[in-house]
């Protein structure tokens, strides 16, 4: 929850001036999409929501549904963010409705998934990320994340001062996709995972030198369009 619209301007101007060989997308506040779709018209630069409800319309009050994000051109949605499940209450339940809602309506759900500070120093990593995902293949099957992203967010690292090590954050995403694989061993292949605990332009080479890490969820970081660059020419 941050910005305004000269900060929007500024930032998505400099971003249009740069180019990337990676694929680049933000996620502003719902509030101000129709100033990014506008601002990135002719771009090569996407952009999506940072949550969205798994209904498609009705008494939601303060809801926002994907055919309003898709009005003004949204290609991704976060879905099941450590925050939306932490600080709003979103079970598994409620993030598995989201996804499949999006992939119904040909938005991108881009997956957060997992574990606590609590959870961690509990060794109940795999524990809880293989629940999330389960929750989810389960209600929508796992051909569905051929049209999604997996981004896994050590919660314990976001925020805290703690970072997870390139070979930690390689070794819960090579599990991820080894869930994958059981499952559909081709779709493994191609799936997108991206790691999203405290990067930064100091880290990201590295993190992203990982054979398993396809790019990166940028929080902090991405306040500082310079410090977002630099890791965007990272990947």
């Given at each position: 929850?941050?910005g305004?619209?000269?900060f929007?301007?500024d ?9 990337f060989?990676?694929d680049?997308a ?9 100033c ?8 090569a ?7 969205v409800s798994?209904?498609?319309s009705?008494?939601?009050?303060g ?18 963010h ?8 979103e ?6 409705a989201?996804?499949?809602a ?5 938005v991108?759900p881009?997956l957060?998934?997992?574990e606590t500070?609590t959870q961690h120093?509990?060794h109940e990593?795999?524990?809880v990320?293989n629940?999330?995902?389960?929750a ?11 049209h999604?992203?997996i981004?896994y967010e050590?919660?314990w ?5 703690l970072?997870?090590?390139p070979e ?6 090579a599990?991820?996709?080894?869930q994958v694989?059981?499952?559909n061993?081709?779709l493994a ?6 790691y ?5 332009a100091?880290n990201?080479?590295a993190?992203?030198?990982?054979p ?9 970081a991405?306040?500082?369009?310079d ?9």
């Amino acid at each position: 929850m941050h910005g305004s619209k000269p900060f929007i301007a500024d930032f998505l101007n400099q971003l249009k001036k740069t180019s990337f060989k990676s694929d680049v997308a933000v996620f502003a506040p719902s509030i101000y999409i129709p100033c990014v779709s506008e601002l990135l018209q002719s771009s090569a630069i996407h952009y999506g929501a940072q949550n969205v409800s798994q209904f498609s319309s009705g008494a939601y009050t303060g809801e926002i549904s994907i055919s309003m994000l898709k009005e003004f051109g949204c290609r991704f949605s976060l879905v099941g963010h450590s925050e939306r499940r932490e600080l709003f209450g979103e079970g598994d339940d409620v993030v598995a409705a989201k996804f499949v809602a999006a992939i119904a309506h040909g938005v991108t759900p881009v997956l957060c998934v997992g574990e606590t500070k609590t959870q961690h120093q509990a060794h109940e990593t795999e524990k809880v990320i293989n629940e999330q995902l389960n929750a989810v293949i389960q209600t929508a099957g796992i051909d569905a994340f051929s049209h999604a992203v997996i981004a896994y967010e050590p919660v314990w690292a976001i925020g805290t001062g703690l970072t997870a090590t390139p070979e930690q954050a390689q070794a819960v995403h090579a599990f991820i996709r080894q869930q994958v694989r059981q499952l559909n061993p081709a779709l493994a292949e191609t799936v997108q995972i991206l790691y999203g605990g405290s990067v930064k332009a100091s880290n990201a080479a590295a993190l992203f030198a990982m054979p398993d890490i396809d790019g990166g969820l940028v929080g902090g970081a991405s306040l500082k369009v310079d410090e977002f660059m630099a890791i965007c020419q990272a990947i």
